[in-house]
């Protein structure tokens, strides 16, 4: 069975936009890549006789949720991980959006797949936001990849069978990418530079960031969500670093101390010709990062290890709590 998927980043909410930011293919290498989003929400009326068995079924709402996993790549990383960021004051960034500053920007998802004879079932969710994020990476000999896991919350399905003059999505609106189509530079552990302390941080072998974006669809009068809206965040981080260089974890977790300035930026080994600084992404947590708990690991026969958990807090002096920064390369 062959997969495919897209993004397409929206200018306005709910609608496809592929030529402000051409659409941007995304792998489906690994299984349950992407989960189709539509559901059902139904209602019910017992028999009423007194048996109190289910009679009558109906549906109202038509939700879209869904789930995307993937790994992130130098030559779309830029936008997949803005999916998951706050709109900028002035609504250029993730992209250009008419959603508000600090809301979410929305996309559409483009998804489809085979059936035995080789003909494709394409679907396409619009208005997508991330509600939840996962965005981790460890140096795994197998899985040294930065790997994105998106929970989606979209507005509406295409096609549908409740909107009069609604057709399928074909091959001329979703063609099936050429290879040459797909990215081929992914992200990877020894590509990132972990600093806290207020210096780099030497010796860990893993990170997970967790956003909990607070997002709701809203339905009012109408069967598919007219709008979703963020109203607030969380974000944890979960470090995994040697017990040696992690020992003012432990004091600033029972002083209640900031860790100071916290970020872990990737930069692009790759500088292209022209160019003398790389590509960079960069998870910035400002300076005002608590710890939430720290766990030593004091195996018998193997060096040390602790795990520590930290939650962004709002920093007066930046104006914000996490930032997902992209510096693109330059002369």
Known sequence: MKRIFRFAPEATYATYD????????????????????????????????GLNVP?????????????????????????????????NAAQTAPWGTDQKPHDLAS???DFGFTFDDDTYKRLRYLGCKVP?????????????????????LGSKPVPNAYVT?????????????????????????????????????????SFSIKIQNKVKAYYDN???????????????????????????????????QALGALSIEFTN???????????????????????????EEMILDEDAYSTWTATAFLDTAAGDDFAITWTPAAA
């Open 222 to 256: 109408g069967r598919f969500a007219n709008r979703v809206h963020c109203r607030g965040r969380r974000v944890t981080l979960t470090v995994h670093p040697l017990l040696q260089v992690a020992t003012d974890a432990r004091l600033k977790y029972e002083a209640v």
């Open 107 to 109: 996309a559409t998802a």
């Open 55 to 87: 009679r009558l079924r109906g549906s109202e709402v038509q939700g879209v949720a869904g789930r995307l996993q993937t790994r992130g790549y130098w030559e779309s990383v830029q936008y997949l991980a803005g999916w998951a960021s706050r709109v």
């Open 132 to 152: 939840d994020a996962t965005i981790s990476s460890s140096n795994a000999p197998n899985n040294p990849f930065l790997m994105f896991d998106y929970a989606l």
């Open 165 to 205: 003059g609604d057709t399928a999505i074909t091959a001329t609106d979703f063609p099936e990418p050429a290879l040459a189509d797909y990215p081929v530079a992914p992200l990877t552990f020894q590509e990132c530079v972990f600093t806290t302390y207020g210096a780099a941080l030497p010796y860990f072998d």
């Open 269 to 295: 080994p790759v500088i292209p010709g022209g160019m003398t600084t790389p590509d960079k992404l960069k998870f910035d947590f400002r300076s005002k990062t608590f710890l939430d708990s720290v766990a």
């Open 18 to 49: 592929g030529t402000t930011i051409p659409p941007i293919v995304l792998p489906m290498d690994t299984a349950n890549s992407f989960s189709p989003m539509t559901q059902r929400q139904f209602w019910e009326l017992m028999d009423g006789s």
